[in-house]
């Protein structure tokens, strides 16, 4: 019998799902969204909703690319750069357009002036000021909300997370740093099996700190461990199913199905990515703009009256505009941001790095080299 293959061994660079996967998890967020903009509610699957369970999805495989990324750049610095033009520049051009854009017009949506949005405690510019470094600390605009979804005032209720992504590059630079990912994976599987072991606690009502840092720090450095060991991690069809089954068990048995499913969760995903029959690369990656932007849109369509034409015409509707947006997003703000990835400033060495260099390079009256 045909031995399995690794997940090493399957995982083709150029030939995985990874863009469809992140895709489809992005329409995912988008949907369960629209259903709590326009109708006060949102889809669960067991104790979980299914938004969740999406983000969930994209820090697993954000975790494994990330942890690749380290690995193959080789530099602090250039990996530092690359997940700031990642994430940075569309989140900026987006603020932008929730504050100048979707705020006047909300407001006006809401019977209130465009220009109330520059009054007040909370206005469109603080909204941007207060956000710029990732954190969302100002949520919306005084006097601009939503009916269908009281109590969040949020003009942009999906860039919460864009600060816990962050908050996981930072890990995964520190266990760089430390040698983990090079020389010690072990102490990464350690890392892990604690964060399960601090789940389980959780779900068993132990005060773990912060809930939310927990739960996507977990479910991040389990993608980034199926990397380091993915010599070692078998790609089957029935594990695949055991971890479906194990899924389902821990969403109607557990409040938290991470305590019970949390490596079965990272280990399916990631069986997609090499087994899902749609593996290619796509030439436009439109997940981080729909995801960023199909709220405002949504909350815009419920606070014009959409809604009123159902479930099913509402989310269509906004889900084509949002992917209008995401296209607008990549081709004119992060694709040419990702084309400076290899700036030429970012891969000259170092001064220290240079002299370090210059001391230790053999004569070359003594080592002499063809041209290559």
């Known amino acids: ?17 990874l863009d469809v996967l992140r895709l489809a998890l992005a ?12 109708f006060g509610w949102q889809p669960v ?19 494994f690319l990330v942890a690749r990324s380290y690995l193959r750049l080789g530099s602090l610095r250039r990996y530092a750069w690359h997940r700031f033009l990642r994430i940075m520049p569309g989140f900026w051009v987006c603020l932008l357009v929730v504050a100048a854009v979707v705020a006047p017009l909300a407001a006006l949506l809401s019977g209130r002036p465009a220009t109330s949005v520059l009054t007040g405690q909370d206005t469109a510019v603080s909204y941007v000021a207060s956000n710029a470094l990732l954190r969302i600390n100002q949520l919306g605009v005084d006097g601009v909300g939503n009916p269908a979804n ?9 860039l919460w997370s864009l600060f816990y992504e962050a908050l996981c590059y930072g890990a995964v630079a520190a266990l760089g740093v430390l040698g983990v990912l090079h020389r010690r994976r072990w102490m990464l599987a350690a890392l892990c099996a604690l964060l399960w072991a601090a789940t389980i606690a959780g779900a068993a009502g132990v005060d773990v700190g912060s809930p939310l840092v927990l739960r996507l720090l977990f479910v991040f450095l389990l993608g980034s461990a199926a990397f380091l060991f993915a010599e070692r991690v078998p790609v089957s ?11 389902a068990a821990g969403l109607y048995l557990l409040p938290d199905h991470r305590a019970l499913a949390g490596p079965a969760f990272a280990y399916l995903l990631l069986w997609a990515v090499v087994r899902l029959p749609l593996r290619q690369r796509l030439r436009w990656d439109l997940s981080y703009g729909l995801y960023v932007y199909h709220w405002p849109i949504y909350l815009l369509l419920s606070l014009a009256g959409a809604s009123a034409f159902g479930v099913l015409a509402f989310t269509a509707l906004g889900l084509l505009i949002a992917a209008a947006a995401a296209t607008a997003s990549w081709l004119l703000v992060e694709a040419p941001a990702l084309r400076a990835k290899d700036a030429a400033w970012v891969q000259l060495p170092l001064p220290r790095a240079t002299a370090l260099t210059a001391r230790r390079r053999p004569s070359a009256s003594k080592h002499k080299t063809p041209r290559s």
């Open 150 to 158: 009281a109590g969040d005032p949020s003009l942009d209720g999906s």
């Open 1 to 17: 019998m045909r031995p399995r293959p690794s997940l090493a061994e399957a995982f083709d660079p150029r030939g995985n799902a």
């Open 27 to 38: 329409v995912v967020v988008a949907l369960t969204h629209a259903t709590l903009l326009g």
């Open 45 to 63: 699957w067991g104790s979980a909703y299914l938004g969740d369970l999406a983000v969930d999805g994209f820090f697993v495989l954000s975790g």
């Open 237 to 247: 069809a029935a594990l695949a199913g055991a971890s479906l089954v194990l899924i």
